[in-house]
């Protein structure tokens, strides 16, 4: 893998900020052959396999987003549970972050990456990362979308019917049955 993507890389030439995201950025191995290879240090943001979720997420227009609520009444926000259990090389999880106040949110979006591996979901609010989810993805990409995108919600008091918008990506991404659009994670990223 390392091969093919510093030669890709190669032929358009190296930039000396190279930010590499994706489940990928996680393999040691490959992310020090590319180094090598590429002969420049590579930034890695902290938990990089969320960038195409996150894509996702930021990616509807104002168009699309012509009818969002002014509020979303009554909400419970509930502390943040971070359970990890490993799995292949990276565990699931997912995180809310509780000092936000969501209860006058206007727009609430999802970016769901529908991977290979790995399934994620972010939930923005206010265009603002909210609560995020990775889990593997099963052998059934609809119900994987399902079920990260709950797990992400859990305990934020929000629904799917909360969301004004949501884009699915990655592998799965036209197996993502509540995404309003589906886009390519090249597209996200």
């Not at 972050?97 to 609010?125: F, H, P, Q, Y």
């Not at 990775?134 to 929000?158: C, F, H, Q, Y």
Request: hydrophobic share 40%; aromatic share 6%.
């Amino acid at each position: 893998m390392s091969d093919r993507l510093s030669s890709m890389v190669l032929r358009i030439g190296v930039n000396t900020d190279v930010v590499l995201v994706g489940g990928v950025a996680q393999d040691l191995g490959l992310v020090n052959s590319l180094k090598n290879k590429l002969g420049v240090d590579l930034s890695i943001p902290e938990e990089p396999e969320f960038a195409g979720a996150l894509g996702a997420a930021l990616s509807p227009t104002t168009e699309q987003l012509e009818s969002p609520s002014d509020a979303i009444s009554e909400m419970k926000l509930s502390e943040s549970a971070k359970t990890t259990e490993e799995y292949w090389r990276w565990p699931e999880y997912r995180k809310t972050l509780d000092e936000k106040d969501i209860s006058n949110a206007r727009v609430i979006t999802a970016g769901i990456d529908v991977g290979s591996v790995g399934s994620k979901a972010v939930i923005m609010v206010d265009g603002e990362v909210y609560a995020w989810s990775v889990m593997r993805t099963g052998s059934n990409s609809p119900d994987s979308a399902i079920k990260v995108l709950n797990w992400a919600l859990e305990g934020t008091g929000l629904a799917e019917k909360d969301i004004h918008y949501i884009v699915g990506t990655g592998y799965g991404r036209v197996n993502v049955p509540m995404a309003k659009k589906a886009i390519t994670e090249i597209a996200c990223h």
